[in-house]
């Protein structure tokens, strides 16, 4: 097991395009998770998914933001036009359902100039 | 709304020495807490896992507690090591089974030989 992964581990974009990131969690973990971390703070919530059922959204996930785990299996969360503000680390976390422990991928920084 | 602060924000002390982190959390109604690592612009790695039924765990040279009715938890750190230079993140869960977790700012630690 090779735990949470993420691609890209960077994106630089230029404002008003589109990205989009993916993420791979452990195989056995029907939870997935995205957070947002800005530099010097905690990580905060975005959305999470029970196997392909998004199950709740954060107020800080606007109408530009949307994600997907279509197969129960990776997810991907894409923006539309970024904006600077979109400037942060993206991450990835996941766990089984029943057991507390979140395991997080090493992020996707993305800088939007 | 759950609000989770650590205290301090930066700490510098000598190889060798023990030393304490400190957590707290506004609404006490928490399942779980969880202690982070994270070293500069990489993801999260998780320490130690706090279930609501237990008061403390430890690994290795970490130890972590959890005191709900006073909303506080601790991390000590036992015989400081340069490799422990991190910023440590708390979080805390406030719905069973949700999962989603509620982060401090983080406490930057920097070990000097």
């Known amino acids: 097991d090779t735990g949470v992964s993420q691609d890209p581990r960077h994106k630089i974009t230029k404002r008003g395009q589109n990205v989009t990131f993916r993420c791979d969690p452990i195989s056995e973990h029907n939870r997935l998770y995205w957070y947002r971390q800005t530099l010097g703070q905690g990580p905060e919530f975005l959305t999470y998914?029970?196997?392909?059922?998004?199950?709740?959204k954060s107020r800080l996930l606007s109408d530009r933001f949307s994600a997907e785990r279509p197969k129960g299996s990776f997810s991907t969360l894409e923006i539309q036009r970024t904006e600077q503000g979109d400037s942060a680390m993206y991450l990835c976390?996941?766990?089984?359902?029943?057991?507390?422990?979140?395991?997080f991928g090493q992020g996707t920084r993305l800088t939007v100039v | 709304k759950q609000e989770v602060t650590q205290i301090p924000a930066a700490l510098s002390v000598p190889e060798g020495e023990n030393l304490v982190l400190n957590c707290s959390f506004t609404?006490?109604?928490?399942?779980?807490l969880q202690w982070f690592r994270q070293d500069p612009g990489k993801g999260l790695t998780s320490l130690l896992l706090i279930q609501s039924s237990q008061r403390e765990q430890t690994s290795g040279r970490l130890n972590a507690s959890l005191d709900k009715s006073s909303g506080r938890s601790t991390l000590y750190i036992a015989a400081s090591q340069p490799g422990d230079s991190a910023t440590y993140l708390c979080a805390v869960d406030g719905i069973q089974g949700a999962q989603k977790l509620v982060f401090g700012q983080g406490t930057r630690l920097t070990i000097n030989p």
């Open positions: 998914f029970q196997n392909e059922a998004q199950l709740e």
């Open positions: 976390a996941s766990s089984l359902s029943g057991i507390a422990e979140a395991f």
């Open positions: 609404d006490s109604a928490i399942y779980n």
